[in-house]
């Protein structure tokens, strides 16, 4: 039996308003210093529109800030923050959306989220 204070984040997409790259970000997703999306590649190659992303991060209590966090890949430097997406968890229900916040760019995005 689940726990009723403990939720699942469903991260549904990650929406590109606009890119820091004129040619697209090629961007990559941290929680707790790890990479969760995308896993089966170092980055996915992001343009301005929505983009799918589907991943969970079980196991959230109630009342919880989540922060993920966005960077942006490079091959020959450092690798870029571009910023935080900050959800609290307290409640089922969405899909909500966050935008990113601290960006160190140019660039402006949202994250679309549900909790389970």
């Given amino acids: 039996m689940q726990n009723p204070n403990t939720y699942n984040l469903h991260i549904i997409g990650l929406n590109c308003y606009r890119q820091d790259e004129s040619d697209?970000?090629?961007v990559f997703i941290k929680f707790k210093k790890e990479r969760v999306w995308p896993l089966d590649s170092k980055y996915k190659k992001v343009t301005e529109g929505n983009h799918e992303v589907n991943f969970d991060i079980a196991g959230?209590?109630?009342g919880e800030i989540v922060a993920l966090e966005l960077w942006d890949y490079d091959l020959?430097?450092?690798n870029d923050k571009l910023?935080?997406?900050s959800m609290l968890v307290?409640?089922?229900g969405g899909p909500f959306n966050t935008d990113l916040s601290d960006s160190s760019g140019s660039s402006k995005y949202s994250?679309?989220?549900e909790v389970h």
Wanted: proline share 0%; net charge negative.
């Fill in 90 to 92: 307290n409640e089922r």
């Fill in 111 to 113: 994250l679309e989220w």
């Fill in 24 to 26: 697209g970000d090629e």
């Fill in 60 to 62: 959230v209590e109630q």
């Fill in 76 to 78: 020959l430097t450092a």
């Fill in 83 to 85: 910023g935080v997406f």
